[in-house]
C-alpha cells in the first residue's frame, strides 16, 4: 500500500519578501531597543521559617477551650480496660488527670469524687522547660542582635543587606547574564559558594525556579524567587558590594525601606508578603 505525499504549502515569493521589509523596517526603526536590551536583574527572598507556633490570643485560647470542653462532654467515655492494665501506674495517672480536668470545666458537683483506687501517685520525671524566648536571650548576651537567624522564633523573618555605596538596605540581587536563568543566576551569584553571601556557610536552597513577583523600574525589571534557610549565616568579604546583612521581620522591613525613601519598593514588593493592597474608597 502506497501513500502518496502530502503537498507542502508554501508562502509566495512576494508574501516572504513583504515579511522580510516588515521585519527589516521594524528593527531600522529602533536599533537602539535591540542592541541596548532593558536589564534584568534576579533578587532573592531568603527567609527563615518560624520556630515555634504562635502564642495564641487570649480569644483563641477561650475558643480552643471551649471547644474541648464540648468535645468531651460528647464523646464516649475511653475504655481504660483496653488501654491501660488494671491496677497499674499508667490508669492511674489518666484518672487523675481526668478528673482534674472534669473539676475544672464541669466543677466539683458535677466532676464528682475522686476516684477510688488511684492511692499514691509518684512524680513523673521533670524536665527543664525553657522559655519561648530563650533564643533571643541568648543573642541579647551574646550581642548578636539583628544578625541572629533565631530572632522572632514565632515569626517569619528575612534577610535583608546594606549596600556599601548608598548605605541602603536592599534584598540580595545580581544581573542576569545572557542564556542564564534566573535560578541559575541566584545559585551561581549569591547563595553558590562563591556568591555574594559566601553558599558555604549557609544551609539554604531555593523553593521554586519560577518568580513570584517582579518590580519595574524604567525599563530595568527585577524577579524575585524565594529561598529558604535552615542554618548558617552570610559572609560578606572586604570585597563585597555589601557591608552588613540583618534578618528583620515583615514590619521592619516595611520600616526600614520606608525610612530611608523606598517606599515605591515597598508598595511593589509587600504583595510578596501577603499583605493585600488597600482599596481606595470612592467618595
Not at 30 to 49: C, D, E, F, W
Not at 266 to 282: L, R
Request: aromatic share 8%; net charge negative; charged share 30%.
Amino acid at each position: 500500500m502506497s501513500i502518496a505525499p502530502r503537498s507542502l504549502i508554501r508562502p509566495s515569493s512576494s508574501f516572504r519578501r513583504a515579511a522580510l521589509q516588515r521585519f527589516s523596517s521594524s528593527s531600522s526603526s529602533s536599533p537602539s531597543s535591540s542592541s541596548n536590551p532593558p536589564p534584568l536583574i534576579a533578587s532573592l527572598l531568603l527567609s527563615r521559617a518560624p520556630l515555634l507556633t504562635p502564642t495564641p490570643t487570649e480569644l483563641e485560647k477561650t475558643y480552643y477551650d471551649y471547644s474541648r470542653s464540648i468535645k468531651h462532654s460528647l464523646s464516649s467515655p475511653l475504655p481504660t480496660e483496653f488501654y491501660f492494665k488494671s491496677g497499674s501506674l499508667p490508669l492511674r495517672r489518666y484518672l487523675k488527670a481526668e478528673h482534674e480536668y472534669e473539676t475544672e470545666i464541669y466543677g466539683e458537683r458535677l466532676a464528682g469524687g475522686k476516684p477510688d483506687n488511684i492511692g499514691d501517685i509518684p512524680p513523673e520525671t521533670e524536665y527543664e522547660i525553657l522559655p519561648r524566648n530563650h533564643w533571643e536571650e541568648k543573642d541579647e548576651k551574646e550581642g548578636k542582635g539583628e544578625k541572629s537567624l533565631e530572632r522572632y522564633p514565632e515569626e517569619e523573618v528575612y534577610c535583608l543587606l546594606q549596600s556599601k555605596d548608598k548605605k541602603k538596605w536592599v534584598f540580595p540581587s545580581t544581573t542576569v547574564e545572557r542564556l542564564q536563568s534566573l535560578d541559575e543566576a541566584i545559585n551561581d551569584n549569591i547563595i553558590g559558594p562563591n556568591g555574594q553571601l559566601d553558599g558555604k556557610g549557609m544551609d539554604s536552597w531555593l523553593v521554586t525556579r519560577k518568580p513570584v513577583g517582579v518590580v519595574r523600574e524604567g525599563e530595568q525589571r527585577t524577579f524575585f524567587l524565594r529561598g529558604h534557610i535552615l542554618a548558617g549565616q552570610p559572609t560578606l568579604t572586604s570585597s563585597s558590594i555589601y557591608t552588613s546583612h540583618a534578618w528583620l521581620n515583615v514590619r521592619e522591613i516595611e520600616d526600614r525601606l520606608r525610612k530611608q525613601g523606598d517606599e515605591k519598593i515597598w508598595e511593589s514588593v509587600k504583595g510578596m508578603f501577603g499583605i493585600p493592597e488597600q482599596e481606595v474608597e470612592e467618595s
